[in-house]
């Protein structure tokens, strides 16, 4: 199952075993990084950045998960700079993932 910041905010159903992949929009060159916040009892795969094309520009930040678990589970990521706390948060990834 692919994600984008499109889903957020829903609730999806997927099936137990599944590979969940999430994919948002990231320029580190700035600092603001995406960063999983709260994940449930999902598994966490992988945390990857993919450049873009253009030196210094916006790539994407590509998370991967399995629903391993049956349940409801709720994803919460968040873009800001670690070093600077919560008060840098400039933008917020949220869906509950429904496993069955």
């Not at 137990?16 to 795969?45: C, K």
């Not at 991967?64 to 070093?83: D, N, V, Y």
Request: with cysteine.
């Amino acid at each position: 199952m692919n994600l984008s910041d499109r889903d957020s905010n829903r609730t999806i159903s997927v099936k137990l075993g599944d590979i969940i992949v999430l994919r948002l929009d990231e320029n580190p060159t700035t600092g603001y990084q995406w960063e999983i916040a709260a994940s449930g009892t999902l598994d966490v795969l992988g945390d990857r950045m993919e450049p873009g094309s253009a030196v210094g520009g916006t790539g994407m930040r590509i998370f991967e998960f399995q629903a391993s678990t049956a349940g409801s589970h709720h994803l919460q990521l968040k873009q800001w700079r670690r070093w600077e706390g919560d008060e840098s948060i400039i933008g917020r990834f949220e869906c509950t993932l429904v496993v069955a």
